[in-house]
């Protein structure tokens, strides 16, 4: 099995450099760099007052949270429709194979 070693990457954040160390490929620790940084100028400019960092950041990982939990709703749903369409599938195979017999 080969190791991948970890690499460091400088990622920018609400203005604040970073140096990241991850075994993850540089290029997507700077795409999820980017999009934490896109979340929380998002949430800046929802406020109709100046906030701290640190507040900034919170209501940016509720939202992020909150994408996530109803991503995994969507694939939870998409893949229960999917067993019953195959429940469905594999009974109606079985009913005309035992047709034939």
Known sequence: MEEQNDSL???TIYGQEY????????SYIVSVANYV?????????????????LRVAIL???NIS?????????????????DE????LVDLIDEKLNEEK
């Open 9 to 11: 990457v400088r990622v």
């Open 19 to 26: 140096t990241v160390k991850a075994k993850a490929d540089p």
């Open 37 to 53: 940084n896109e979340k929380m100028e998002e949430v800046e400019n929802s406020l109709t007052t100046v906030q701290t960092p």
């Open 85 to 88: 369409k195959t429940m469905f």
């Open 66 to 82: 909150d994408e996530l939990f109803s991503s995994n709703k969507e694939i939870e749903e998409t893949n229960h429709k999917v």
């Open 60 to 62: 940016a990982a509720m």
